[in-house]
């Protein structure tokens, strides 16, 4: 996990290079955030409507442990 956040942060820090335009900066950065919020909520999506939602199978919904760990192993592949 860590050696993928350094692949993606340290190209990703290194935007006055990518960019030396303050405007250009901005749209990267402006990228940058659209597309990590939308993850974000697509995960959750992901999360709770095929994992942890309430069920008769799983009737604590999101308080059960055990989903999270198959939503581990699903979201590994």
């Known amino acids: ?5 350094a692949a993606y ?3 990703s820090r290194a935007r006055p290079e990518l960019a ?3 405007d250009q900066r901005t749209s990267l950065l402006a990228f940058r955030w659209f597309f990590g919020i939308g993850a974000i ?6 999360l709770y ?8 199978a799983n009737p604590l919904g999101a308080l059960n442990r055990d989903r999270y760990a198959a939503f ?6």
């Open 1 to 5: 996990m860590r050696v993928s956040v």
């Open 20 to 22: 030396p335009d303050y």
């Open 41 to 46: 909520g697509l995960i959750s999506v992901v």
């Open 9 to 11: 942060e340290i190209p």
């Open 72 to 77: 581990g192993r699903w979201w590994r592949w």
């Open 49 to 56: 409507t095929s994992t942890c939602g309430r069920t008769r």
